[in-house]
Nanobody, 122 residues
Framework: QVHLVESGGGLVQPGGSLRLSCAAS????????VGWIRQAPGKKGEAVAC???????MYGDSVKGRFTISRDKVKNTMYLQMNSLKPEDTAVYLC????????????????RGQGTQVTVSS
């Protein structure tokens, strides 16, 4: 049973940056596709980014060119570098996996952490 713990969220001004981390225990993330999903109040969960077991990367259209996903296989941790943040990026960000190798239907990945709040506001 995997345990995922997100950190790094906070309040940032528009145009600012944050780096989110997702530390895993109970499973080796490098074997699976792992992704970031964001949940804003009243909105459906949105797949933000994903990295596959072979390190292929995908991004949601709204974050392409601004966000970068990566992982440290030694630390068993995944990261999301978020630059040029916008107010519409405000949401709870969750890391997730479904223990498959590919980034398919990322928004439906069922094994999730508790999330970290990101608020972009002046």
């Amino acid at each position: 049973q995997v345990h995922l713990v997100e950190s790094g969220g906070g309040l940032v001004q528009p145009g600012g940056s944050l780096r989110l981390s997702c530390a895993a225990s109970g499973a080796t993330l490098a074997y699976y596709a792992v992704g970031w999903i964001r949940q804003a109040p009243g909105k459906k969960g949105e797949a933000v980014a994903c990295i596959s077991s072979r390190d292929g990367k995908m991004y949601g259209d709204s974050v392409k060119g601004r966000f970068t996903i990566s992982r440290d296989k030694v630390k068993n941790t995944m990261y999301l570098q978020m630059n040029s943040l916008k107010p519409e990026d405000t949401a709870v960000y969750l890391c997730a996996t479904d223990f498959g190798p590919e980034c398919y239907e990322v928004a439906d990945f069922a094994s999730r952490g508790q999330g970290t709040q990101v608020t972009v506001s002046s």
